[in-house]
């Protein structure tokens, strides 16, 4: 008898794939192929500092880090194509999804 557990994912990894959920939806908008980079993985305390992810094609990409000072967990996260003016868009992602914002605040 195989007794299967089922984990519930934890906050991070929740947060992590609405992430790499949102990451995937900006890549597609510039035709860039998933396969050309390599998503971030999230714990409960990296990314510490302003990380950085570069996606191939778009010429831009993600600056992310947890945001403090949220009642909830939150990672806060800016994307743009430099080459693209007024690409840039600032997310801020929860367990309850990603939100886009208007205004950067870069």
């Given amino acids: 008898v195989v007794m299967l557990c089922s984990k519930s994912p934890t906050e991070v990894e929740q947060i992590q794939q609405h992430f790499h ?32 992810l570069a996606l191939p094609g778009m010429y831009g990409g993600f600056a992310y880090r947890w945001k403090e000072g949220t009642p909830k ?5 800016v994307s743009w194509c430099r080459v693209v ?18 205004t950067p605040m870069y």
């Fill in 21 to 52: 959920n949102l990451i995937q939806k900006v890549g597609a908008v510039y035709k860039v192929d998933p396969k050309d980079y390599q998503l971030p993985i999230l714990t409960e305390d990296e990314p510490k500092e302003e990380a950085w």
């Fill in 73 to 77: 967990r939150t990672l806060w996260a």
């Fill in 85 to 102: 003016g007024g690409s840039e868009q600032e997310h801020t992602i929860t367990v309850d999804g990603a939100v886009t914002v208007d």
